[in-house]
Structures are given as C-alpha cells and as structure tokens.
C-alpha cells in the first residue's frame, strides 16, 4: 500500500496549490491513501468546513490538524460530523471529534492517528505516548495492521523518540508543525517509517509560510506585529510510504518536495 502525507497546507496559496494538483500528485505516484494536515489551510490558522470539503473533493482520505485546530469558531461543530477531519487525540475526553479514523481499503484496514507533543506547546494535553501506546496495541489488537500517525510537535527530540516509541507497532510516524522538511527519512529498527517533520504546502519565500518582513520586524524590534501568509511560489512538502499490508510494516519512504512552477500555479 502506498500513502501519500503532505505536511502543513499555509493559506490560501498552500491550499490552492494542493486542491489543483493532488488528484495528479496520486497518479503520478501511484497513491493508494492520501493524508494531509490542513491545521494552518484558513488564512494561515485553523480550518474550516468549506477548506475540509473541498481538501476531501481535491482526493485527501483523511486531513489532520495540529495546535490551531479550533481557531475556526465554526470547526467545534462540523468536526463532530466529519471523522475524517482529525483533531490531537490526546485532547480531554470531551473535546470536540476525534483524534482516530479507521478506513477499509483494498488492503484491509488503515488506521490514521493525530497526536500533539507537549514539549513548547502552548496547549498542555495529555500525554501522547501513553496515550498512544494504549490506542495503538488496541488496534492491533482488533487486527488493523496499517497505522499512520501524524504527531504534531515542535522538539526534534519529541518527535523522534515517539518515533521508536512506537517502532513495530504503527506504519508510519511522522512529524509536522515546524513546517521545515527535515532529510532524516527512514525505516526504523522494528518496521517503522520515520520522518521528523514533513514541512509544509505554502510559500517559498516565506519564514515558516509569513511575509518575511514582517518576521524580521518581530524578531529585530521585539514589537508585536501582524503575520499574513506570504505570496509567491508554492512548494509542496511532505513524504510517501509504502507499507506491507501483510505486516504493517514500512517497507520504504521517501520524501516528497516540489517546488511549482509559475506555470502551474
């Protein structure tokens, strides 16, 4: 089974590039599963149901999110009806949704997962890799042997001790939130894939997906100021895994990065 994750979708340019080309992303790659983060798809914070909708229309399977999850008032209501949008699964038991959607698929069950690391988070949640662990061994439990997981931290560190925390048991962890791709793409001891952060879908010339001035105004003056998402090229961040649906285990990943053309923009 192949799973194509594309990491952090950044405003309207993030979001625009991958509605118009993730149903030929698939193609051309022979996507079985696609997953994206769609958490910063809203003006660069949050999302909402008429981003989701058309996310799902563009091809995505599932879409997750991360730390701006709820700041799209409107989202609380539409993600109690929509399993396949994700919030962090270790968020207090009554919080809006769910942070889990198991899917049939011509290779048996797929498990997708969203988590939030602790680790200079803003929001302090529970902890993931308790949490995590529980869910998992049910899971496998009940026989789902291909487990994605997209974890949301902001500590290099965090994201890849989970990584082989849960190393034979999920498919794939992989990171978001910093949005800067890291080269560190591999298969773990026991089965795993692993990527520490997938990046984003957003600007080029941007610092983290915002105007660049703007960011060099905070950081040199110290003075709050506004951060609007960029404009210019688009490049698209994230990974593929094959997975052996016989084992769940990751048998390769790669990166995926392409910079788009003014063309095809």
């Known amino acids: 089974m192949r799973i194509l994750f594309l990491g952090d979708i950044v405003g309207e340019p993030g979001r625009k590039a991958v509605i118009k080309h993730l149903a030929s992303i698939k193609q051309d790659h022979a996507i079985d599963f696609c997953i994206v983060n769609g958490e910063n798809s809203a003006g660069g914070r949050g999302i909402n149901q008429k981003i989701a909708s058309e996310l799902f229309k563009a091809g995505a399977d599932v879409i997750t999110t991360g730390d701006h999850v709820w700041d799209q008032r409107e989202l609380a209501d539409y993600i109690k009806d929509q399993p396949n949008l994700l919030r962090p699964i270790n968020y207090p038991g009554d919080a809006p949704g769910e942070g889990l959607v198991v899917q049939d698929s011509d290779f048996g069950k797929i498990a997708v997962l969203n988590a939030q690391g602790r680790t200079f988070m803003a929001q302090s949640l529970e902890n993931p890799f308790t949490v995590l662990e529980d869910t998992i061994d049910k899971l496998l439990a009940d026989g789902v042997k291909i487990i994605f997981l997209d974890f949301h931290a902001e500590t290099t560190s965090e994201t890849i001790a989970m990584g082989f925390h849960l190393d034979g048991k999920a498919s794939a962890v992989v990171g978001t939130h910093t949005h800067v791709q890291t080269a560190d793409e591999r298969i773990l001891p026991k089965g795993t894939a692993h990527l520490t952060d997938a990046g984003m879908c957003g600007p080029e010339i941007s610092v983290l997906g915002r105007t660049v001035e703007s960011v060099v105004f905070r950081f040199k003056s110290s003075l709050p100021t506004r951060f609007p998402v ?29 910079l788009l053309e003014p063309s095809e923009m």
């Open 230 to 258: 960029a404009k210019g090229p688009v490049r698209l961040c994230g990974c593929i895994v094959d997975v052996d649906p016989a084992t769940g285990h990751a048998t390769k990943i790669e990166r995926y990065s392409r």
